[in-house]
């Protein structure tokens, strides 16, 4: 039997963007990480994705959950692994859930971050992450009110996807050298934000988000954005387009309140109430900030696409207010 049209656009997707989004991306090892569990009927699953969930000893009714995306050709294990959300979790007791993509979907084990089917409301893999994070509620006994998403690479273009499309689920977002939400609805338009996104304004960026959910009258979600500026596979201006995306939504100036150094070459700019979050890193490729170490703000496991420079699983777990 032949394949549908979307599974020829999300194979061809998958071949072309195999190589842009980071084929090295692959961690070596796919083993089962300790303490990782995988969950079965989650829900109706639309986008064909695969759960896993991690709770901490000793979770507290009423925890927090942080849903994780990983990036292309990477899987949960590996980015439960390498990220350092696990040494928070375990520090502050809160649960973590990780959608991982099927090469069924995209033989790159990319998250379709740029098709329509999947990224808008009630459909696709957007929905099947909504899913995960009801799941999480559900059945763990999360807080409905404190369920965040962070991701890489196209993992964090489908975080802004999540924050556009469930703004009501998710109380903040972490993007990591990802791209804006509608920057891209087909192939030719995904390679094209990845080199050159184009300069809307703020509204017109926070527009496309307010589409997402028509009618939508409820607080939009913080978000924090992590960019290298040595980033030549989702160039920097990706980082620029998605500050004046959640600035537009939120109604807030796109000109920073505040700038703070940080270590490994960071600049922090801090938009509007501490909103919106973008941090630029000198000199890093694509790739997670991470930062090995036993030091308190230190975390992650240098790897392939996690790079040494910062611990940003540290940062936006404080941003998120996990550690209250």
């Excluded at 009501?168 to 990802?178: D, P």
């Excluded at 184009?198 to 992590?226: E, F, M, N």
């Excluded at 700019?269 to 979050?277: K, L, P």
């Amino acid at each position: 039997m032949g394949r549908s049209p979307i599974r020829r656009v999300r194979h061809l997707v998958a071949v072309v963007l195999t190589v842009v989004l980071g084929a090295a991306l692959a961690v070596p090892g796919r083993a089962h990480a300790a303490g990782l569990e995988q969950v079965t009927g989650f829900g109706t699953n639309p986008g064909n994705l695969v759960m896993y969930a991690y709770r901490p000893a000793g979770l507290p009714p009423g925890a927090p959950a942080v849903v994780l995306l990983h990036g292309c050709t990477q899987d949960a294990a590996g980015y439960f692994a390498n990220s350092g959300w696990r040494a928070f979790a375990d520090r502050w007791r809160f649960a973590l859930v990780l959608a991982q993509q099927q090469t069924a979907n995209n033989s790159a084990a990319c998250f379709n971050w740029f098709l329509p089917a999947d990224t808008s409301r009630g459909q696709g893999e957007a929905l099947s992450i909504r899913q995960m994070a009801g799941y999480a509620v559900a059945t763990y006994g999360t807080d409905p009110a404190r369920i965040f998403v962070s991701g890489l690479s196209a993992g964090g273009a489908m975080s802004a996807v999540m924050l556009a499309t469930y703004p009501e689920v998710f109380a903040a977002g972490s993007i990591a050298a990802g791209l804006p939400y509608r920057c891209a609805t087909s192939v030719a338009t995904a390679m094209t934000c990845q080199y050159a996104p184009p300069d809307r304004t703020a509204a017109q960026w926070g527009g496309l988000v307010r589409a997402a959910v028509p009618g939508y009258s409820g607080p939009w979600p913080r978000v924090a954005i992590w960019h290298g500026q040595a980033d030549w596979t989702v160039v920097p201006a990706n980082g620029v387009e998605l500050r004046d995306q959640f600035t537009g939504v939120l109604g807030i100036a796109a000109q920073p309140t505040a700038t703070r150094a940080l270590p490994a070459g960071t600049t922090l700019e801090v938009y509007g109430a501490d909103q919106v979050r973008l941090y630029r890193i000198a000199g890093m490729g694509h790739g997670l900030p991470v930062d090995p170490g036993a030091e308190p703000q230190q975390c992650g496991a240098a790897a392939a696409y996690f790079l040494d420079t910062i611990c940003s699983a540290y940062q936006d777990a404080v941003f998120f207010g996990l550690d209250r």
